[in-house]
């Protein structure tokens, strides 16, 4: 009997403000623990909130981005629930009316294009974040993300396998981003992701049991959490014990490799919604949306047709380059400079992506500016500096941040070009290998490759290649005359 993976993703985005949902506290990523507070944010009796008339701009902002309906009508709720990270033991969100309804995101995956619905979009604060302390019994509460405006986008269950969960979540991380909606940083919790999984018979119409995984910040621990509770579900099913799959949230303990019970997930009815009796219902304007709108920048599914015209990438080269927002910003900076389209991706996706990845490092923190690279670029191209030095150089650049020149001149790595300077190497060599000199008189071409390579290693590797070679071609030439 086969089975089918049905997964829905809840994705909360951070929106890109200044200040708080409902305050003027300051949203800024690593401020001293409980520095951004106040007593709205805090949720003290007596306190009133305002709406941040930025964070409804964003919000429609992302539902023109997802292709959502917007509701000019809408209303913020309260959703009851206690836990120590919610001072006010309710978080202010929206149920029954939120900003945005459908819409969709388009994603491919092994070469297979589908669309993912969206049930909704709504706006919502943060909660605090609880640090817990090793081999000791109390936890301590830092409420700097209290009241930090959040959209929650909810699929519809269309997605069916682990791969397609996390290319849409990577094709709506480029949206968000591109549109300048949210930063995205998931390394600070700005975009996290709780994944529904639940398996079913093959054909079968109705869902099954589902279970959430909770608060997934990496694309590669989603893989891994969904692999993980797939493989659960699924011997499970198989061995007639799918009983045991219960409705809860469990989470992702990656240092065991395993999803982990964490309580029986709640239905809609046991958070109570009720309207919240503070905020007055939100309205929009249709010269709002129009307005917000046409402020789109360009989107990736625009730029991935431009650069494939522009530049004559291939696919999978736009889709890399494209798929962050800083690289592809870093790649167009490298081609206005005067690089050559093709040159500047293989830059961008041998090592500088390399590099990245070795130290850790977003797309938006290269240590070495375009034009820098620029620079290197155009060493290697006159000639000064060999391909294999340059790769030597931009990682000492990368590391080091000093100039392409000046590391060129530390490490004496200039490129021998002068002809009467290689011309005596290259007598040297032939004088000294008789026998190269016969085979290659016999017909033995390889015997060329082998003197290229003593030359190059006479020369420390500093042999111009191309102006070496066509003195060698010479020189063989004239002594089989």
């Known amino acids: 009997m086969s089975f089918e993976t049905v997964i829905g993703l809840e994705i909360h985005a951070e929106l890109h403000t200044r200040s708080k949902i409902f305050c003027s506290c300051a949203t800024t990523f690593g401020a001293k623990p409980n ?58 969100s929206q149920y029954d009316l939120p900003i945005c ?53 909810v699929t519809e269950p269309d997605l069916r396998s682990v791969d397609e969960a996390v290319t849409f979540l990577r094709t709506l991380k480029a949206i968000l981003e591109y549109g300048e909606i949210s930063d995205c940083r998931m390394e600070q919790g700005s975009l996290r992701c709780d994944a529904n999984i639940s ?22 621990e989603l893989q891994k959490a969904l692999e993980k509770e797939e493989k659960r579900q699924r011997e499970l099913y198989t061995f007639g014990e799918e ?53 789109l920048p360009e989107m990736p599914a625009q730029k991935k047709e431009r650069f494939a015209r522009q530049y004559g990438l291939t696919e999978k080269e736009v889709d890399i380059i494209i798929g962050d927002k800083a690289l592809s910003q870093y790649y167009e900076a490298l081609v206005l400079l005067g690089a050559a389209p093709k040159a500047a991706a293989n830059w961008i996706l041998g090592d500088i992506l390399r590099l990245l990845k ?13 034009d820098a690279l620029y620079r290197l670029i155009q060493i290697i191209a ?28 530390e490490k004496g790595l200039s ?31 390889q015997a060329a490759g082998f003197l290229m390579g003593q030359i190059m290693k006479a020369s420390r590797g500093k042999a111009n290649p191309q102006v070496t070679k066509e003195l060698l071609d010479s020189k063989l030439k004239e002594r089989l005359e």
């Open 415 to 445: 490129q021998i070009s002068d002809s009467v300077e290689l011309e005596k190497i290259v007598e040297g060599i032939l004088d000294s290998n008789p026998q190269s000199l016969k085979d290659y008189a016999a017909g033995k071409t």
């Open 35 to 92: 520095a951004n507070t106040c007593p709205i944010c805090l949720g003290l009796p007596g306190t009133l909130p305002v709406l941040n008339e930025e964070v409804v701009n964003l919000a429609v902002k992302a539902g023109t981005a997802l292709n959502c309906h917007i509701n000019k009508l809408n209303k913020m709720d309260r959703k009851n629930y206690f836990y120590p990270d919610l001072p006010k033991a309710y978080q202010t």
């Open 101 to 153: 309804k459908g819409g969709h995101v388009d994603i491919e995956v092994d070469g297979m294009k589908k669309r993912i619905r969206l049930n909704r979009i709504h706006i919502e604060e943060d909660a605090g974040k609880l640090i817990h302390l090793e081999e000791q019994p109390v936890s301590l509460i830092d409420y700097n993300r209290v009241g930090v405006p959040l959209i929650e986008i």
């Open 358 to 370: 070795e130290k850790e490092l977003e797309a938006d923190l290269i240590p070495v500016r375009p």
């Open 243 to 295: 009983s045991k799959i219960k409705q809860e949230t469990r989470r992702w303990d990656s240092a065991k490799g395993k999803t982990v019970p964490m309580r029986t997930k709640e239905d809609a009815h046991d958070y109570r919604y009720f309207p919240e009796p503070d905020l007055v219902p939100i309205i929009i304007r249709e010269e709002q949306i129009v307005s917000i709108k046409e402020s």
């Open 382 to 409: 006159e000639g000064k500096i060999s391909i294999t030095a340059g790769k030597e150089v931009f990682e000492a650049m990368f590391i080091t941040g000093k100039s392409a020149d000046a590391i060129v001149e």
């Open 199 to 220: 398996m079913r018979k093959t054909g079968q119409d109705t869902l099954n049991t589902k279970v959430e995984l909770k608060n997934i910040n990496s694309f590669k």
